[in-house]
């Protein structure tokens, strides 16, 4: 059977009474949603989306051109999210994205909803 002083305890209370007063902030905001950080934007640019075949043995790849060359960071954010949603590989370097395959429409309708303008070549 309980103590009486645990009869109409919480688990926090316990919890709290173990932790000192400086760690007790942390566990009051236990129940708080946490936020997820917000993903950086970027768009209103015009991208050009290619298929390639020279040079890869046959094989197709999605090129998309545009980005900015002097900072690839807006490229390299933008062809992880692409490579995550499509469930491809891919790299960006020299203000180009390469996906592997021939995925312009797919491409095209995921940058478009990120705010880009694209244009399939």
Excluded at 89 to 117: F, H, N, P, W
Aim: glycine fraction near 12%; proline fraction near 3%.
């Amino acid at each position: 059977m309980m103590s009486n002083n645990r009869q109409g305890m919480d688990w926090r209370d316990s919890l709290r009474q173990l932790l000192d007063p400086e760690q007790q902030s942390d566990v009051d905001g236990a129940d708080e949603p946490v936020q997820a950080p917000a993903e950086p934007v970027f768009g209103g640019r015009k991208l050009d989306i290619v298929l390639d075949k020279k040079g890869r043995r046959g094989k197709q790849a999605t090129i998309i051109a545009g980005f900015d060359t002097d900072n690839d960071t807006e490229a390299l954010a933008v062809a992880a999210r692409l490579k995550q949603s499509l469930g491809t590989g891919g790299s960006a370097r020299g203000g180009e994205i390469l996906i592997q395959g021939d995925r312009r429409k797919d491409v095209a309708s995921l940058l478009t909803g990120m705010g880009y303008k694209t244009r399939i070549i």
